[in-house]
């Protein structure tokens, strides 16, 4: 319940207070007020003449307390009050933004709830070992603050005579505990077990997905402190580190990093953990690029897990060994070559009808039917489509903030600079703010006044004349002199036109692919040609002038680059 109280806490300048057992709780910070307690009276006592509270003997707005000069100043706290505090209120925050995590993950992405029950003793049995709660913590952070100083001796301060503990440099304790939290629980740690609830309850969910949510911020992360400040308030009177100092993150670590500390975490807290979700992360990369034959697909990639048993598919935490989304990826290539037999056939090449320019020899019929009847899956197709999804693919996978410059900057406002309005002591913000909604207005009246210039260019085609509509006969566009041309030539000319225009787009293809290949170090190999295996196809690197080249056919190279990761690594 909430009480209005004529009555102002000087740590936090707020006079709202809940009530709760005979006790009172600031809403700002959530300190429980020691100098303030309910009265236990009847309700006659609060009922005055008509019903009304004039004249009764207690009244809820005046409840009994002690004088104001009783309320605990900084001098009055013990040592261990502040370090209590400020380690309290760290690790509690720190629970709570895993918290906030893991429910966006269930509400906002259909995860599995039973990451929440799981990361809970993940958090405690991390936190149990990380030292924090160890004797003489805080004595031991403030000595080796010391120990790194480059003060001299002769110009330390005497910390007996501050009010607030410092080293012996001048340096507040307080700011030293909190550096040493940061240091023992990183905030990155929270995507860390977040994702590590996701992996060992079996859920399809990538380190890659987890970063560019929490870029988002869909997952509550670079933002997340407003909601701890909710909570927990800005500061409290042992605890004068504001919250945004304290949950306030620099940067989002990247994905290879984040599954390196997952795995870490779970050495340090001895957990054993399963493979990834070869099965679920598969199935989601192939309804993804719409592949079409997907459960053969998967009961190879099965097949093949069981028969190599790759050590790839579990967390490491050498962050210098390749994801294990890479290894996923590279058992699904595996799979779709040997069911689409893309081994250098040139089934993209005939696609587009260049395979004879591109190669020095015009294969067989006889060949190509030979290709052909070797899989029962239509390798040109598939690769056509691939070809068509690597944008798509890219499109989504980037961030949203990322689309168009409104977007952006409302992230930057919602996300990487939250909160800096409230703490601003003057109007800067305030007008940064007006600014932005001028902006938008700005911008809406802008399309409506001028559209958009493909708008405008489409508007400009339907109200010209093609001068095939002209005639003899005109009198508004000519004078008779000009001649006409017949129906029959002017289909033929179109025809060519059009044939032309084909052919150029094939040629441009095909230049374009052997052009992205080279800038990434891929050396373009023709199409096969009398060919005496159709067996798997095995692609081996070599070095050319100092530089590692990958030699690849245009089949394996439009299959490997799908996927977005670096090629070389592929």
């Not at 779970?266 to 997907?294: E, K, M």
């Not at 040139?346 to 290709?371: I, Y």
């Not at 060519?496 to 373009?524: A, C, G, P, V």
Request: glycine share 6%; proline share 4%; hydrophobic share 35%.
């Amino acid at each position: 319940m909430t009480v209005e109280i004529p009555m102002i806490r000087t740590e936090c300048d707020n006079d709202a207070f809940d009530e709760d057992d005979g006790f009172f709780y600031c809403q700002q910070c959530g300190v429980r007020e020691d100098d303030m307690i309910a009265s236990a009276v009847d309700d006659e006592d609060l009922t005055g003449d008509d019903g009304g509270t004039r004249g009764a003997m207690y009244q809820r707005k005046h409840p009994r307390r002690l004088p104001p000069s009783h309320a605990l100043t900084p001098s009055q706290l013990s040592y261990e009050e502040y370090y209590g505090q400020v380690r309290d209120r760290y690790v509690n925050g720190f629970l709570m933004m895993i918290t906030l995590q893991c429910d966006a993950l269930v509400e906002k992405f259909n995860v599995t709830p039973l990451i929440i029950g799981l990361v809970g003793p993940i958090c405690l049995r991390l936190v149990a070992l990380s030292g924090v709660f160890d004797d003489g913590w805080a004595d031991k952070a403030i000595l080796d603050s010391e120990l790194h100083s480059k003060v001299r001796e002769s110009k330390r301060r005497n910390r007996e005579k501050e009010l607030e503990p410092r080293n012996l440099d001048g340096k507040r304790a307080v700011t030293i505990w909190v550096s040493q939290l940061r240091n023992s629980l990183p905030l990155s740690s929270s995507l860390a077990i977040s994702f590590l609830a996701c992996h060992k309850a079996g859920a399809t969910v990538l380190p890659t997905d987890i970063v560019r949510w929490a870029r988002e911020g869909k997952v509550p992360y670079q933002s997340c402190f407003l909601k701890i400040q909710e909570k927990m308030g800005k500061r409290s009177a042992a605890c004068p580190v504001e919250a945004s100092v304290m949950f306030r993150p620099n940067q989002v670590v990247s994905a290879q990093r984040l599954e390196a500390r997952a795995a870490s975490i779970a050495d340090i807290i001895g957990l054993r953990l399963p493979p990834v979700n070869l099965y679920g992360i598969a199935s989601n990369y192939l309804n993804r690029l719409s592949i079409t034959g997907q459960e053969k697909v998967l009961d190879l990639v099965r097949l093949i897990q069981k028969w190599s048993m790759p050590s790839d598919l579990y967390l490491s935490k050498n962050e210098l060994r390749l994801p294990t989304r890479v290894c996923v990826m590279s058992i699904v290539i595996v799979a779709i070559r040997m069911l689409y037999n893309i081994n250098g056939f040139g089934a993209w090449a005939r696609s587009l009808g260049v395979v004879s320019e591109v190669s020095e020899t015009k294969p067989d019929a006889e060949e190509l039917s030979d290709v052909t009847k070797a899989t029962e899956f239509d390798a040109e197709e598939l690769l056509k489509n691939l070809e068509a999804k690597f944008y798509d693919v890219a499109a989504a996978e980037s961030v949203d903030y990322e689309k168009d410059l409104l977007s952006y900057l409302a992230h930057g406002r919602n996300e990487l600079f939250a909160g800096l309005v409230e703490a601003s002591v003057d109007d800067s913000y305030r007008t940064v703010d007006n600014l932005w909604n001028g902006y938008t207005k700005d911008k809406v009246k802008s399309k409506n006044m001028y559209g958009t210039p493909l708008k405008r260019g489409r508007e400009w085609e339907d109200d010209d004349v093609s001068l095939h509509q002209l005639s003899l006969d005109d009198t508004e566009f000519g004078d008779g002199n000009i001649p006409c041309t017949s129906p029959s030539r002017r289909s033929e000319s179109m025809s060519r036109e059009n044939h032309n225009q084909e052919e150029e787009s094939k040629e441009l293809s095909m230049t374009r692919l052997i052009t992205d290949m080279r800038e990434n170090l891929f050396f373009y190999i023709p199409p096969r040609v009398k060919v005496k295996r159709l067996d798997y196809l095995h692609y081996v690197r070599k070095i050319e002038d100092g530089a590692m080249k990958y030699p690849a056919h245009a089949d394996y190279y439009i299959l490997l680059r799908v996927w977005h990761v670096s090629l070389r690594l592929m």
